[in-house]
């Protein structure tokens, strides 16, 4: 085997590559000029903005730093697989990623993608749950509570739309 074999299969994933996937959509999509329909939620506040540029890079963000392909973490989450979904399930519970669940089509294309992040200390909790369905919509729901300062809701809700 090469040294150049050994490299390419020392770096393939071990889990499913969202960094890659969410980064080559947010690409996608901005060479698109995709707009969005998005309501915010805040601490019961709402706000709603129609046909808004996205710097989609940006807007996934969240959805990119979910990646769980780090050398170090390569047996610290449980698969489930079937024919439509994939479901990894960290194995520790100070794993800021601790759950997702991809479905995808017969094809093999992604139908739709679920996320949940939790970080926790002493100090601060938050949870996120993210969702993202391609070319349709996409939420992002964080909770965060900080001693001291108190607790945060947002909730993001947006329809792609072209």
Same mark, same amino acid.
């Given at each position: ?5 050994? =490299? ?10 969202? =960094? ?9 999509? %901005? ?5 969005? %329909? ?24 969240l959805f990119i730093s979910s ?7 390569? #047996? ?14 960290a194995k520790d519970p100070n ?6 669940? $991809? ?5 093999? %294309?992604?139908?739709?993608i679920f996320i949940k992040n ?10 996120? $749950?993210?969702?993202?369905?391609? #070319? *349709? ?7 965060? %509570? ?6 945060? *809701?947002?909730?993001? =809700? ?5």
């Open positions: 085997m090469s040294c150049k074999q050994a =490299e390419d299969k020392a770096q393939k994933p071990v889990y499913i590559d969202l =960094e890659t996937y969410f980064k080559s959509e947010a690409e996608r999509l %901005n060479k698109k000029k995709s707009l969005v %329909n998005k309501t915010i939620r805040q601490n019961g506040t709402t706000e709603s903005k129609n046909k808004i540029e996205i710097d989609w890079l940006n807007e996934l963000s990646d769980i392909n780090k050398p170090a973490w390569k #047996d610290s989450y449980k698969i489930t697989q079937n024919t439509v979904q994939s479901s990894y399930y794993l800021r990623t601790r759950e997702i669940q $991809v479905n995808k089509d017969q094809k093999g %294309n992604f139908k739709r939790i970080n926790k200390n002493y100090l601060y909790e938050s949870t996120e $749950v993210l969702v993202y369905i391609p #070319d *349709s919509i996409y939420s992002i729901e964080k909770k965060q %509570n900080v001693i001291l300062l108190g607790k945060n *809701s947002l909730f993001i =809700e947006a329809e792609i739309i072209k």
